[in-house]
T-cell receptor
């Protein structure tokens, strides 16, 4: 069965510091991978997705993620954190042919302090 | 603007009551989904529908029911059989795809049992 593990339920960084949010997946076939962001009491917004093209994927708001098959990872990074990046981030996986059903990780809450 | 509208934003249910959460989309998407979000658990799939008049159970369908009579609408009923309904409910939609298309989310409905 597919699963997604996000290491660290809470991450805290200083403004201007590197953001690194970790995501590992398990899947029997090469998956499609997504990162979504959620602000308090709102829905989810897509940051970026991997669909077997380039392994380094660039998304919105300066975020990017690298698909590493050997490590079954899809970590999210941003070189310089901004206060507005404070939110909850979800990694998700779907199987090819899986009708876009998403399996989500538990989420990582990112805090950015001055 | 195209999007997904969920209503109401907040909903209170008494013990033993059925309540219905509304989800409407004007994105002309074929597929629609209902997810439940609990703190620290990410999102879990309740039901999904690929076409009108057809829907499938997700991972946690017990105590819930849905209908898909129109392409634009996918209401979720939380029945009295759902013993722990307090949660944040998110509706999503996507184009029909092979697992690689983006899901768009509504703003959510927060359901509380009183």
């Amino acid at each position: 069965a597919q699963s997604v593990t996000q290491l660290g339920s809470h991450v805290s960084v200083s403004e201007g510091a590197l953001v690194l949010l970790r995501c590992n997946y398990s899947s029997s076939v090469p998956p499609y991978l997504f990162w979504y962001v959620q602000y308090p009491n709102q829905g989810l917004q897509l940051l970026l997705k991997y669909t077997s093209a380039a392994t380094l994927v660039k998304g919105i708001n300066g975020f990017e993620a690298e698909f590493k098959k050997s490590e079954t990872s899809f970590h999210l990074t941003k070189p310089s954190a901004h206060m507005s990046d404070a939110a909850e981030y979800f990694c998700a996986v779907s199987d090819p042919g899986g009708y876009n059903k998403l399996i989500f990780g538990a989420g990582t809450r990112l805090a950015v302090h001055p | 603007d195209g999007g997904i509208t969920q209503s109401p934003k907040y909903l209170f249910r008494k013990e033993g009551q059925n309540v219905t959460l509304s989800c409407e989309q004007n994105l002309n998407h074929d597929a629609m989904y209902w997810y439940r979000q609990d703190p620290g658990q990410g999102l879990r799939l309740i039901y999904y529908s690929q076409i009108v008049n057809d829907f499938q159970k997700g991972d946690i369908a017990e105590g819930y029911s849905v209908s898909r009579e129109k392409k634009e609408s996918f209401p979720l009923t939380v029945t009295s059989a759902q013993k722990n309904p307090t949660a944040f409910y998110l509706c999503a939609s996507s184009k029909y795809g092979d697992g690689d298309t983006e899901a768009f989310f509504g703003q959510g409905t927060r359901l509380t049992v009183v």
